[in-house]
């Protein structure tokens, strides 16, 4: 069975810009969460996503945002982009079930310069 | 304060040492995750508990849901050991799978 993919790997882009990541989560996996690390402050939640629905939301601005589609495939959008948005993206796929391990993508490196 | 702590943050032992990795965390929950990260960023997903204990191979990971302590142990260690590891926990508060994670531990291990 495949794994969780992410695309694209690796992206740059200027201050100001907005970007788009794709996660195609492991078939048979309903829910798909997504997460920021960066150097300073480690691994946060963004948001998770079941069944079309946004699930959960942590504690990000609104110029981050996401959506499900019917394939369980996600997207995430980050509009107006800005130094500090620089980071590895990952999300992680699940069935569905809340105590479920959750296995990660190899995430999307962003540059924001 | 956090709401979870690891220790140490960096840890460097000897191939063959036995090694321990400590997680408090100050928050009732559901699940604690412990992963290791590898350079390059990805991921994996070593244990899930609720409580007791858990064995994989030359890992072990253990919970003592009174005290808000897991540890995870690594036996006989070796340089592929070498990564980042990270505890997660799921509040018990919390919809869904929303996940908090420490600071992480870098562990080398040298031959």
């Known amino acids: 069975k495949a794994g969780v993919t992410q695309t694209p790997r690796y992206l740059i882009k200027t201050r100001g810009q907005q970007v788009t990541l794709s996660c195609s989560p492991i078939?048979?996996?309903?829910?798909v969460s997504w997460y920021q690390q960066t150097p300073g402050q480690g691994l946060q939640f963004l948001f998770e996503?079941?069944?079309?629905?946004?699930?959960n939301k942590g504690n990000f601005p609104g110029r981050f945002s996401g959506r499900q589609f019917s394939n369980s495939r996600s997207e995430m959008n980050v509009s107006t982009l800005e130094l500090g948005d620089s980071a590895l993206y990952l999300c992680?796929?699940?069935?569905?079930?809340?105590?479920?391990?959750?296995?990660f993508g190899p995430g999307t490196r962003l540059t924001v310069l | 304060k956090n709401e979870v702590e690891q220790s140490p943050q960096n840890l460097t032992a000897q191939e063959g040492e036995f090694i321990t990795i400590n997680c408090s965390y100050s928050?009732?929950?559901?699940?604690l995750h412990w992963l290791q990260q590898h350079p390059g960023g990805g991921i994996v997903s070593l244990f899930m508990?609720?409580?007791g204990k858990k064995k994989h191979g030359r890992l072990i990971a253990t919970i003592n849901i009174q005290e808000k302590h897991s540890s995870l142990h690594i036996t006989a260690s070796h340089p592929r050991d070498s990564a980042v590891y990270i505890c997660?926990?799921?509040?018990?508060?919390?919809?869904?799978?929303?996940?908090?994670f420490g600071e992480g531990t870098q562990l080398t291990v040298n031959p």
């Open positions: 078939s048979g996996h309903r829910s």
């Open positions: 992680a796929s699940h069935r569905g079930v809340s105590t479920d391990t959750q296995y």
């Open positions: 997660a926990v799921r509040s018990e508060e919390t919809s869904g799978s929303r996940l908090t």
């Open positions: 996503y079941f069944s079309e629905t946004q699930r």
């Open positions: 508990l609720s409580s």
């Open positions: 928050v009732g929950i559901s699940a």
